[in-house]
């Protein structure tokens, strides 16, 4: 019987689909320790591993011949694990896609209204029972609808972000990418990020972690914004550069972000932390029970099928 190895807990429908295998499913919801990714590359035939179990090229260099055969991330993006090292070890990488392209959408949507209307800040103030009732000049925000979108990173997500924005907004869709996409509704591509930038009133970051896109919003792209426009956050945390940002708030450079994610999460900066105009939300992207168990049995079905000796269905 193979051993695989959980390395967070998960939903019961998840661990019931294991029926087969040796299980071992992790207690803790922290990342794994660096002791611990090298004994389960060592002890298990496969590990479902997810965000922040930091599979390195110097943990893989430390177990020569590892047991493990497949890594099965539970989560879409794996720049957690350096495929590359992992491929030359002989270990297979899979994930997850699809399963999550709409929840995170949905929270994108969650920021850009929770941000442009500061949702978060009067939520702030009713319950410090300051609160001297509704006035015509009282917190006044950024309507939304009819504005304009720019999406950086047309992907699944971008799309399905770009789609709310369109058929529920009315706004302008504009995005920068490597290619230009097929869209069943208007979509300008631009080449130039800084252009983008300079045009919109909510800036949306979409793209997969990578050292590619690491500080691909940074100071200059910041200081391109409108002063009133918006920046979101769902795709990774070090995509913004968090002191750049920071600094953009902290002078009303812009006007308000909303993060999901963080660049040394789950650290997050006391000064984020002490701005009112930024929303942080606990990286709750995929945070929907139904949606965690499509995530869950898609990994499962990637090991199943390694295992019987098939291409697992969604490797990396």
Avoid at 215 to 227: E, R, S, T, Y
Wanted: glycine letters at 8%.
């Amino acid at each position: 019987m193979k051993k695989i190895f959980v390395s967070r807990p998960l939903p019961s429908d998840v661990i019931a689909k294991l029926e087969g295998f040796d299980v071992t499913v992790r207690e803790s919801t922290l990342p794994l320790t660096g002791v611990e990714l090298r004994s389960v590359l060592r002890d298990f035939d496969g590990v479902l591993p997810t965000l922040g179990d930091i599979f390195s090229a110097k943990v893989f260099a430390d177990v020569p011949n590892p047991r493990c055969r497949v890594l099965a991330n539970f989560g879409v993006g794996y720049n957690h694990i350096d495929a590359a090292a992992a491929q030359d070890a002989g270990i297979i990488v899979t994930n997850t896609p699809g399963a999550v392209t709409d929840a995170t959408a949905d929270i994108a949507m969650t920021l850009m209204l929770m941000s442009a209307r500061r949702a978060a800040e009067g939520e702030r103030l009713v319950r410090s029972g300051t609160w001297q009732g509704w006035h015509p000049t009282q917190m006044l925000g950024l309507h939304l609808s009819g504005k304009t979108v720019g999406i950086v990173g047309m992907g699944r997500i971008g799309q399905a972000i770009a789609r709310r924005c369109h058929f529920g907004f009315d706004m302008k869709v504009m995005y920068f990418n490597r290619s230009e996409k097929s869209i069943e509704f208007p979509a300008e591509n631009t080449s130039s990020l800084l252009d983008l930038a300079a045009k919109v009133d909510v800036l949306v970051a979409a793209v997969p972690g990578s050292p590619e896109t690491k500080h691909l919003i940074d100071a200059d792209v910041l200081a391109a914004m409108q002063p009133h426009a918006h920046l979101i956050n769902i795709s990774r945390g070090d995509v913004v550069e968090e002191a750049a940002l920071i600094r953009a708030l902290q002078t009303n450079q812009i006007g308000g972000a909303g993060l999901d994610v963080y660049e040394f999460e789950p650290k997050v900066s006391k000064a984020l932390c002490d701005l009112d105009n930024v929303v942080l939300l606990p990286h709750l992207g995929t945070a929907a029970l139904e949606v965690r168990v499509d995530m869950g049995l898609i990994a499962v079905d990637n090991l199943q099928a390694y295992f019987a000796g098939k291409p697992p269905p969604n490797a990396v």
